[in-house]
């Protein structure tokens, strides 16, 4: 696939990673099309059915799929990373674990966005509704969401914010869902653009 990166764009560089429906990309993708010097350069995804390739090519950002070979067994998708040489790696709904030659190659340049309150109900198999069903089971009276650097380990990394929200009684799968969505839609651009510019007061 080719990297698109244009001679004379001294925009800052923004990869997505997503396997899934995409909304927080697309979020991502029209916040950063308002931000002059910031943008997101490209989408990959490990599923080849998620509707986030969709959204991507509509918005016009360059999108591909990738296997497990490629991401695990071979130096394919770390080689791509760094002809495009990113600013910032996004993990936005991404469900594979980040190999550590990749993380390597971009210290503190690889985040995560996860769905509750870390450390709780994060780890392997904690991922959406996965994660709001156990908060629902447990009778929690808040959740949130939680912007990380990415380790080896899923949901480990350095916390860069939290951001709560109340919960109460009847709420729902569908209503926890729904106010984590908000409450990322609305912080996980600004967190990013801060980490990309540190004059940006979003
Ligand atoms: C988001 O809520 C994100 O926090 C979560 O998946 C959802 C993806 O929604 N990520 C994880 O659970 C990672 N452990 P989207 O595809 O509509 O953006």
Request: proline share 4%.
């Amino acid at each position: 696939m080719a990297t698109g990166k244009a001679k004379h764009d001294h925009k800052k560089q923004i990869v997505i990673f997503a396997s899934g429906n995409g909304t927080n990309a697309e979020n991502l993708i029209n916040y950063f099309n308002q931000v002059e010097n910031i943008k997101v350069s490209h989408v990959f995804s490990n599923n080849p059915k998620a509707k986030v390739l969709q959204k991507a090519h509509f918005k016009n950002v360059p999108a591909g799929v990738f296997d497990k070979e490629a991401f695990y067994q071979s130096s394919e998708m770390l080689d791509l990373l760094q002809e495009i040489n990113p600013d910032l790696i996004v993990l936005a709904g991404f469900l594979w674990l980040v190999p550590e030659d990749i993380i390597k190659a971009f210290p503190n340049k690889i985040i995560n966005i996860h769905p509750a309150l870390l450390p709780k109900y994060g780890g392997k198999g904690m991922y959406g509704d996965h994660v709001h069903l156990a908060v629902l089971k447990n009778k929690e009276q808040k959740s949130g969401i939680t912007v990380h650097y990415v380790n080896g380990q899923y949901d480990e990394g350095q916390i860069i914010k939290q951001i709560e929200v109340d919960l109460d009684e009847v709420d729902t799968l569908r209503t926890l869902r729904d106010k984590v969505h908000i409450l990322e839609y609305e912080n996980y651009p600004k967190i990013i653009h801060a980490l990309l510019d540190e004059n940006a007061n979003p």
